[in-house]
Nanobody
Framework: QVQLVESGGGLVQAGGSLRLSCAPSGRTFSSLSIFGLGWFRQAPGKEREFVAG????????YYADFVKGRFTISRDNASRTVYVQMNSLIPEDTAVYSC?????????????????WGQGTQVTVSS
């Protein structure tokens, strides 16, 4: 069973920044034979939505429109951790943020396209 572990969530004022991290427990992303990573979020009473993604081999990134210019997804060269840097946070960004790993080659923003998930980390942005 592959487990992804997120960290870095917390409470921040509007306009502030947070950096979330995601790593597989006891393994590296390279050992999982994945094609990509994604960050998703789910606010209370709302459906899970795609935030940002990265293709593992090329490093190509893609974002939801509502975070473009504010969030940046990246990975370290040792293939151990994926990050999402979140700047200019607004109260509407409040949600549980989860990372997920994709084992299919085609990039997708749909949660169903991701095989491995973390349990999530809470991000709360106060006004």
């Amino acid at each position: 069973q592959v487990q992804l572990v997120e960290s870095g969530g917390g409470l921040v004022q509007a306009g502030g920044s947070l950096r979330l991290s995601c790593a597989p427990s006891g393994r590296t992303f390279s050992s999982l034979s994945i094609f990509g990573l994604g960050w998703f979020r789910q606010a209370p009473g709302k459906e899970r939505e795609f935030v940002a993604g990265i293709n593992w081999s090329s490093g190509t990134t893609y974002y939801a429109d509502f975070v473009k210019g504010r969030f940046t997804i990246s990975r370290d060269n040792a293939s151990r951790t994926v990050y999402v840097q979140m700047n200019s946070l607004i109260p509407e960004d409040t949600a549980v943020y989860s990372c997920a790993a994709r084992r299919v080659a085609r990039s997708t923003t749909l949660p169903s396209g991701y095989a491995y998930w973390g349990q999530g980390t809470q991000v709360t942005v106060s006004s």
